[in-house]
T-cell receptor, first 114, second 110 residues
Framework: SAVISQKPSRDICQRGTSLTIQCQVD?????MFWYRQQPGQSLTLIATANQGSEATYESGFVIDKFPISRPNLTFSTLTVSNMSPEDSSIYLC???????????FGQGTRLTVV | DAKTTQPPSMDCAEGRAANLPCNHSTISGNEYVYWYRQIHSQGPQYIIHGLKNNETNEMASLIITEDRKSSTLILPHATLRDTAVYYC???????????FGKGTLLTVNP
C-alpha cells in the first residue's frame, strides 16, 4: 500500500485568491491524479500528472485555472487559481506505488471559497 | 474505459453479509475490476481488485462472473463502520485514470 498525505486538510479562502494543495506519497509513483468532488457528487478527474512532462487535463479543466507541478516521483501540487464559490469542493490526489496495480488516495483537501 | 452500473443504495443488517453487485458488460480483456469505498467525504479507500479470478483479502471478497460482465463485492460480516459509498470501477491499471460513477450507498443497520 501507500500513504498519501495532503496539505492543507481544509481551508477557507476569499474569492479571487489562489490556493496550492500539496500531495506527498511515501513511495515513488509514476502517475499521480488529481480529482475534484463537489458537494454531494462523485469524484471527477481534473488531470494526470507525470514527472517531467506537462499535466494532461480532462475536458472542462484548464491549466490556467488548475496549474499542476510534479517535481519528483513522490510529490505534486495542484493550485486552484482565481477562486470563486463554485470552486468549493474536496480536492483529492491519488497514485500507485511502482509495480502495484491499485491506486491509493489522500484524505482530501476541503476547500470553501467565500 | 468501460462503464459500470450499480444500484444507488442498499441496506444490510449488522453482522450479516453485504453483497454489492456491479455490471460492467463492456469490460475489455485487459481491464481490472476495482472496488473502493468512501466514508463520509474521506478519501476513497481501496478495497480489492481482480482481473478474472475471484479474490479475497482481509476486507472483502470479489466474485467475477466467468464472462466478466458483472461482479459482486462481499463484505462477510458487515459492521456499522462499513456504512459508506462503494464504487465499482473498471480500469487498466495503476498508471491509468479511474472513472468514478455514482456508486452504491450501503447502509448497515443495527
Amino acid at each position: 500500500s501507500a500513504v498519501i498525505s495532503q496539505k492543507p486538510s481544509r481551508d477557507i479562502c476569499q474569492r479571487g485568491t489562489s490556493l496550492t494543495i500539496q500531495c506527498q506519497v511515501d513511495s515513488q509513483v509514476t502517475m499521480m491524479f488529481w480529482y475534484r468532488q463537489q458537494p454531494g457528487q462523485s469524484l471527477t478527474l481534473i488531470a494526470t500528472a507525470n514527472q517531467g512532462s506537462e499535466a494532461t487535463y480532462e475536458s472542462g479543466f484548464v491549466i490556467d485555472k488548475f496549474p499542476i507541478s510534479r517535481p519528483n516521483l513522490t510529490f505534486s501540487t495542484l493550485t486552484v487559481s482565481n477562486m470563486s464559490p463554485e470552486d468549493s469542493s474536496i480536492y483529492l490526489c491519488s497514485g500507485a506505488p511502482m509495480g502495484i496495480t491499485e491506486a491509493f488516495f489522500g484524505q482530501g483537501t476541503r476547500l470553501t471559497v467565500v | 474505459d468501460a462503464k459500470t452500473t450499480q444500484p444507488p443504495s442498499m441496506d444490510c443488517a449488522e453482522g450479516r453479509a453485504a453483497n454489492l453487485p456491479c455490471n460492467h458488460s463492456t469490460i475489455s480483456g485487459n481491464e481490472y475490476v476495482y472496488w473502493y469505498r468512501q466514508i463520509h467525504s474521506q478519501g476513497p479507500q481501496y478495497i480489492i481488485h481482480g482481473l478474472k479470478n475471484n479474490e479475497t483479502n482481509e476486507m472483502a471478497s470479489l466474485i467475477i462472473t466467468e464472462d466478466r460482465k458483472s461482479s459482486t463485492l462481499i463484505l462477510p460480516h458487515a459492521t456499522l463502520r462499513d456504512t459508506a459509498v462503494y464504487y465499482c470501477i473498471v480500469g487498466r491499471g495503476s498508471n491509468y485514470k479511474l472513472t468514478f460513477g455514482k456508486g452504491t450507498l450501503l447502509t448497515v443497520n443495527p
